[in-house]
T-cell receptor, first 111, second 116 residues
Framework: GDSVTQMEGPVTLSEEAFLTINCTYT??????LFWYVQYPGEGLQLLLK?????DKGSNKGFEATYRKETTSFHLEKGSVQVSDSVVYFC??????????FGAGTQVVVTP | DAGVIQSPRHEVTEMGQEVTLRCKPI?????LFWYRQTMMRGLELLIY????????DSGMPEDRFSAKMPNASFSTLKIQPSEPRDSAVYFC??????????????FGPGTRLTVL
């Protein structure tokens, strides 16, 4: 069945460093792909999405490119801030509208 | 729009008691999802509804858990009797995949349940 695999955390890095969180997927067809974030004590919020192959989703300095040749949707940010210290989830929907989430990656950015 | 509304935000109860969690989805959304999140198991889908009808309840852990959606604007998740291992954060989410084909899910703030 459809699934996503993302790198385990925590990922610890210094402020202004480059962030990459790997996400690969297995799917029938070419579904949309999502990155969600979860702030402490809150529900998940959509960070960005891409709806078809080669699309690039972007928001708040984060980017991810939908690459069907490598079945990947890696999340990147060129210069992280302490406020980016949250948990990130990769996800894809199945044909029934149900989202398959990755296990989540906690990012810790130190000043 | 007020977003997905959940109540209560926090619930502390004793083992054996009945617990009812409530959710109001975003108006116009035709899908509603219940999730449970714990440190050990991460985010788990419990059940989801389409147009108020349960579609897949395979994630419901056992018969002590039940969910209903009597109308398009309200859903409940009930645990009876509750056990300490049910302690978790329960999220409700909604989407309009079936109509607008926007398959993004919108999450509520969650209910933190503690069973003593």
């Amino acid at each position: 069945g459809d699934s996503v695999t993302q790198m385990e955390g925590p990922v610890t890095l210094s402020e202004e460093a480059f962030l990459t969180i790997n996400c690969t997927y297995t799917a029938t067809g070419y579904p949309s792909l999502f990155w969600y974030v979860q702030y402490p004590g809150e529900g998940l919020q959509l960070l960005l999405k891409a709806t078809k192959a080669d699309d690039k989703g972007s928001n708040k300095g984060f980017e991810a490119t939908y690459r069907k040749e490598t079945t990947s949707f890696h999340l990147e940010k060129g210069s992280v801030q302490v406020s980016d210290s949250v948990v990130y989830f990769c996800a894809l929907p199945d044909s029934w509208g149900k989202l398959q989430f990755g296990a989540g990656t906690q990012v810790v950015v130190t000043p | 729009d007020a977003g997905v509304i959940q109540s209560p935000r926090h619930e502390v109860t004793e083992m054996g008691q009945e617990v009812t969690l409530r959710c109001k989805p975003i108006s116009g959304h035709d899908y509603l999802f219940w999730y449970r999140q714990t440190m050990m198991r991460g985010l788990e889908l419990l059940i989801y509804f389409n147009n108020n009808v349960p579609i897949d309840d395979s994630g419901m852990p056992e018969d002590r858990f039940s969910a209903k959606m009597p109308n398009a604007s309200f859903s409940t998740l009930k645990i009876q009797p509750s056990e300490p291992r049910d302690s978790a954060v329960y999220f409700c989410a909604s989407s309009s995949y079936g109509t607008a084909k926007t398959d993004e899910q919108f999450f509520g703030p969650g209910t933190r349940l503690t069973v003593l």
